[in-house]
């Protein structure tokens, strides 16, 4: 492959484009040359350079080698972004779980998590003030009678929290020709962000606003499928407002074991989304954990015909029994062809970018087994009640 040394971030740009398609023979070469690039250090290069660390140091294509540890470690004491040393950090623990050595991986897990949340923004208390809010308004409105918007299409929100499974779930839908994959779709968010600027209006006419400005936000006109799936994670936080605007919506959550859904959380870098702060703190994890699992109970509880629970560790176990319940759910019809997933090329924009170049395997299976000992502190965080993490978050 000829390779643009004259620009840097033409260079990392190629890299990404690769990765999004699953190339990462041909991202890696890119990536590593980004790292060796000579350039003066600044808040891009350092950017593209840190990702290009975390890139090579992530990629399932090859192992990383010493050299790529002491380039990376060399690189973190000249860098002095935010942006540069926490992808490092991070980029540094991956590479050390690549090769086993768990307990070096969550030494780094743990100073690249304290880094980020040391210098994050997070308003504790709105945070925790955030889920109550929004679970009262759950409850409080489920009974209340309303018109309900029309739509066009049969919406699937597929949510959960994040690295739970949404992306694999999304990517077996995908291949049904009657389905559209929306991806990570901003509509809801959008949709609140407009209803916090209104004051005094009717239910009715939040709801119907609320739909107005999600059915534009994904532009339903110029989808010609008649199954519209939106896998945004935290969607579950407002799935009174998404099952409620749409008549024939439904909603599939996904889950894991809550040892490797907190390690999950705790080992990823979200970047600079806002959204994802929590990820950062253990306490902060667990309460998500905690709260997820009573959104959903609530949920499954309330619209029992509506709502499908669907565990990561059957989806990868169970075979095609699991799927079948998901496409019989929806009302598709099921093909085994659909498993061929990973052989797509279309670009998938999310951090399983490279996981779902793969067949459905066991390899990503309770992860936590191997951290062991070292995970005790997510062990006794899970067994306090939301009170008591509340304080230990403060």
Request: proline share 3%; aromatic share 14%.
């Amino acid at each position: 492959m000829d390779i643009d040394f004259t620009n840097l971030q033409a260079l990392f740009k190629k890299g990404m484009i690769y990765g999004s398609i699953g190339e990462a023979q041909k991202a890696m070469e890119c990536f590593k040359q980004v790292i060796v690039f000579p350039a003066a250090l600044n808040l891009d290069t350092e950017k593209v350079k840190a990702q290009s660390h975390w890139n090579v140091m992530t990629s399932p294509l090859l192992e990383p080698i010493q050299s790529d540890f002491e380039q990376a470690i060399s690189d973190l004491s000249k860098f002095s972004s935010f942006h540069g040393k926490s992808w490092i950090l991070f980029a540094i623990a991956f590479g050390y779980e690549r090769l086993s050595d768990f307990k070096s991986a969550f030494e780094y897990f743990k100073k690249a998590n304290a880094f980020v949340w040391d210098s994050s923004k997070l308003d504790k208390e709105k945070y925790i003030e955030w889920f109550s809010a929004n679970y009262e308004r759950l409850v409080s409105n489920y009974s209340k009678p309303i018109n309900k918007p029309k739509q066009s299409k049969k919406i699937v929100f597929v949510c959960g929290l994040p690295r739970s499974g949404t992306t694999l779930v999304e990517s077996v839908l995908s291949k049904s020709p009657g389905v559209f994959a929306g991806g990570e779709s901003n509509g809801v968010s959008n949709a609140v962000k407009k209803l916090k600027g209104i004051d005094k209006i009717s239910e009715e006419k939040e709801l119907n606003i609320f739909f107005s400005i999600y059915r534009d936000s994904n532009d339903f006109q110029s989808i010609s499928e008649e199954v519209f799936v939106d896998k945004m994670p935290n969607n579950f936080i407002y799935a009174d407002y998404l099952l409620r605007m749409c008549p024939d919506s439904l909603l599939i959550n996904t889950f894991k074991e809550p040892l490797d859904a907190c390690l999950s959380l705790f080992r990823q870098h979200f970047g600079s989304t806002m959204g994802h702060l929590y990820a950062y703190s253990l306490p902060s994890i667990v309460i998500a954990y905690k709260w997820h699992e009573i959104f959903m109970n609530k949920l499954s509880s309330l619209y029992p015909d509506r709502v499908l629970n669907v565990s990561y560790e059957d989806l990868v176990t169970n075979g095609e029994s699991n799927w079948k319940q998901i496409f019989s759910f929806i009302g598709l019809g099921w093909d085994t062809s659909y498993m061929d997933f990973y052989k797509d090329k279309r670009v998938v924009k999310t951090l399983s970018n490279y996981q779902v170049r793969e067949k459905v395997s066991k390899k990503y299976l309770r992860r936590s087994e191997s951290y062991g000992d070292l995970l005790g502190d997510i062990t006794y965080l899970l067994s306090k009640d939301l009170n008591e993490l509340c304080k230990l978050l403060g």
